[in-house]
């Protein structure tokens, strides 16, 4: 009887395991917690510099609609990026995609099927180049960056033979329309709409289905997930074709805000969704995302480039301020993940 009461020499076994295991896990939402906070306190402060600076411009209703419209559209393709990265992977191409998207939907023969045609080619668009780096990662074996890269190359060089160098000018009225103030909802543009339904289906999906379970363990350990049961290959798949979704949602909302397609449309949209999920706490080697970190990283970048706007500032000091955020939230994650 005492034998089985008293714990063996050198103290370990099952009651050690047990007892450690409840503050692990009240560790990550501490970790989670904090890493908001801090963006959000990122946030509060450019604000208040904005504020500061040019008041009457800054804090001005029309102005923070068009930082929010513009966050919209980078931010739905963040979204998408969140899930490549969370899963171990990367998309260079992501620009590209929606410069192809935002073109193709907007040639004169897609204009002729109205607001459905040009909706309707920019997902398929987007649909297709994820396919296509979907088919190429996951079943041909090849890196993500090179087949991203190949992508990003190849969506460019067709947009610009579509468009032949020249701004496709968009005639749909009921596309126009949705740019217009008269389309706000309760002061909301329909854009932000838009994006806030991306962001907490992302959510969601990401946090409370098995598919966003599959896909941080395929982040974190490709081989314990497959010996789990999972299908990788698949799963990076339909991971790809979630970006391109993405990229197609974000050309067609591009087409609302600049009411044309352009083949120099999403320039350096891969370098902003990449640094906003960085930033957010999705971690580039994969196995962990969050999609309230992303989409706050990218209201911190449009929020940083609406102040420099404001105040005639060049964009190489822009570029300065950015990198140097993305240097202090990495070193945040960093000092918060040794101390939690």
């Not at 260079?92 to 040009?118: K, M, N, P, R």
């Not at 909802?185 to 907490?200: H, I, Q, R, S």
């Not at 299908?231 to 591009?254: E, K, N, P």
């Amino acid at each position: 009887m005492t034998q089985h009461v008293s714990p063996p020499r050198g103290g370990t076994g099952k009651a050690t395991a047990t007892a450690s295991t409840p503050p692990a896990r009240r560790r990550l939402p501490v970790r989670a917690d904090v890493r908001t906070l801090s963006l959000l306190g990122v946030l509060a402060v450019l604000v208040l510099i904005g504020g500061l600076t040019r008041p009457e411009e800054f804090l001005d209703t029309r102005n923070l609609q068009l930082v929010l419209t513009q966050a919209s559209v980078i931010g739905v393709v963040t979204v998408g990026m969140t899930f490549v990265i969370t899963s171990g992977g990367i998309d260079l191409s992501v620009g590209a995609i929606v410069a192809l998207s935002s073109v193709w939907a907007t040639t004169v023969a897609t204009q002729e099927y109205g607001f459905g045609g040009i909706l309707l080619t920019a997902v398929l668009v987007g649909l297709g180049c994820g396919l296509v780096n979907g088919l190429l990662v996951a079943y041909g074996g090849m890196v993500p960056f090179i087949a991203t890269l190949a992508m990003l190359a190849s969506a460019r060089g067709l947009a610009l033979q579509i468009t032949d160098g020249r701004t496709q000018i968009v005639t749909v009225g009921g596309v126009l329309d949705l740019g217009e103030r008269g389309s706000y909802v309760l002061g909301v543009p329909p854009l932000v709409l838009v994006f806030a339904a991306v962001t907490v289906i992302g959510w969601l999906v990401l946090n409370r289905t098995t598919f966003g379970r599959r896909t941080i363990a395929v982040g974190g350990n490709p081989e314990a997930a497959r010996l789990a049961g999972i299908d990788v290959r698949r799963q990076r798949l339909y991971l790809y074709l979630l970006s391109g979704l993405c990229c197609g949602i974000a050309a067609f909302l591009l087409i609302i805000l600049s009411g044309s397609g352009q083949n120099t449309n999403g320039n350096l949209y891969e370098l902003d969704a990449i640094a906003a999920a960085i930033i957010g706490g999705t971690l580039l080697s994969g196995g962990r995302g969050t999609i309230t970190g992303s989409v706050l990283g990218v209201l911190i970048f449009t929020t940083i480039t609406d102040i420099f706007a404001l105040n005639n500032l060049q964009s190489d000091v822009q570029q300065i301020a950015k990198g140097a955020i993305i240097v202090a939230a990495v070193l945040v994650q960093r000092r918060t993940a040794s101390t939690t």
